[in-house]
């Protein structure tokens, strides 16, 4: 069974930081790329930041360079998201992200965690 599990979301002030945690269990989570995403209130989900299977490569979105930074240890089968000076449009559910590849064309599956609640206040 596969699970993703979030944590470390809560409430923080404007400029604070949190770092949320996703554990993996049940899937290859070493060979896995991961990711963040986010989704508001009345909003779709979106990007948030990518971190490839060995954690050499990185990608984030606009919004968040400079301020949020994705990692990962494969011996704990966590992904981590440090965010610092917090805004309060930064204020979401924060949902981890895990791709399995299924076969030798490249057929993937995403795994989806529950989600953690940010709310950053003004």
């Known amino acids: 069974q596969v699970q993703l599990v979030e944590s470390g979301g809560g409430l923080v002030q404007a400029g604070g930081s949190l770092r949320l945690s996703c554990a993996a269990s049940?899937?290859?989570?070493?060979?896995?790329?991961s990711g963040w995403f986010r989704q508001a209130p009345g909003k779709e989900r979106e990007f948030v930041a990518a971190i490839s299977a060995g954690g050499g490569y990185t990608v984030y979105a606009d919004s968040v360079q400079g301020r949020f930074t994705i990692s990962r240890d494969n011996a704990k089968n966590t992904a981590y998201l440090q965010m610092n000076s917090l805004k309060p449009e930064n204020t979401a559910a924060y949902y981890c992200?895990?791709?399995?590849?299924?076969?030798?064309?490249?057929?993937?599956?995403?795994?989806w965690g529950q989600g953690t609640q940010v709310t950053v206040s003004s």
């Open positions: 992200n895990a791709r399995v590849v299924v076969n030798i064309e490249g057929a993937y599956r995403d795994y």
């Open positions: 049940g899937l290859p989570f070493r060979i896995s790329p």
